[in-house]
């Protein structure tokens, strides 16, 4: 499947469709929402705040998710891989670093919004930046590990994407995965629980919290918590005895993530959704500066 439209082992015709179809959907959705929030950060001097730096790190990300989905989506309705070994690589490096960079940035923000609802200060510049120049160094250096020996990329098993390599299961694998797994997924989880967690405890009073403080961590375990158990079972049995459509179950979940945080962060916010109109509507917006 990787170099020839054969069907791969274990799909049929329409199910290669489906998951391209789905990838598809998946990718435009997050691209055009994720966009948009960029796009209002870029436009609106209102949303140009520390604050809304993070939420900025975020949109990016899952603008780059998108991206790397909507090359997945391409593939699978070509029933091939058009781009050879190297073009792998670098789609499981790209993919691996913005899904790291999404679940990170998640964090940083909830950290963020504990920081203004719990200090009642703004979030300093230096320290949001700081904070994003940390998630996103972080991110790329975890997912170039891969690339210099620890770890391997390879195709999904549809063969028309790539990713982290869980097939071929060693001690390079395995200390990279739980080392990685615990910094990447387990910590950002705990560190999102626990500020929302806080933040429900501090300001218990009704309408002092304006931001839903259960959706972030459940958006987490959700949508990168199949990954994380189908990387932990490859550790500990052959998962060659997973079907591979259920295999793919969980990179289809992942890629729902970006439109998932757009609508919570961005649709959600009453300040970035106000943003979102103005670009949306210039027409209407120019009118009322000039009052």
């Not at 170099?3 to 179809?21: H, I, R």
């Not at 690339?147 to 200390?175: A, H, I, K």
């Not at 970006?258 to 959704?273: C, F, M, Q, R, W």
Request: proline share 6%; net charge positive; charged share 10%.
């Amino acid at each position: 499947m990787a170099d020839s439209g054969a069907l791969p082992t274990g799909f049929g015709e329409l199910e290669v469709l489906a998951v391209g179809t789905v990838l598809l959907v998946e990718a435009l959705t997050g691209l055009c929402l994720n966009g948009l929030t960029i796009l209002s950060f870029c436009k609106t001097p209102e949303l140009r705040t520390p604050t809304h730096l993070l939420v900025l790190s975020l949109a990016v990300a899952d603008t780059g998710i998108s991206l790397n989905a909507l090359v997945a989506a391409t593939s699978s309705l070509l029933r091939r891989w058009p781009y050879g070994p190297d073009g792998c690589q670098a789609h499981g490096f790209q993919g691996f670093a913005t899904a790291l960079a999404s679940i990170c940035s998640s964090a940083a923000l909830a950290w963020g919004r504990y920081h203004h609802y719990c200090t009642r200060s703004q979030l300093a510049w230096n320290t949001a930046i700081s904070l994003v120049l940390c998630v996103w160094l972080s991110s790329v250096f975890w997912a170039a590990l891969p690339l210099l020996g620890w770890g391997r990329y390879d195709y999904e098993p549809l063969g028309t994407c790539c990713t982290l390599d869980y097939s071929r299961v060693d001690r390079s694998f395995t200390s990279y995965l739980f080392t990685m797994a615990f910094f990447n997924f387990f910590l950002p989880l705990l560190i999102t629980f626990v500020s929302y967690r806080l933040m429900e405890q501090k300001l218990k009073k009704p309408g002092h919290l304006q931001v839903s403080t259960t959706v972030p961590a459940r958006t987490l375990l959700l949508c990168w918590g199949p990954y994380a158990l189908l990387y932990l079972y490859a550790t500990m049995a052959d998962v060659r005895s997973v079907p591979p459509k259920l295999q793919m179950v969980p990179a289809l979940i992942a890629k729902a993530a970006p439109t998932i945080n757009a609508i919570h962060y961005a649709l959600g916010s009453d300040t970035v959704h106000g943003g979102l109109w103005q670009c949306l509507s210039p027409q209407r917006s120019q009118p009322d500066r000039a009052r």
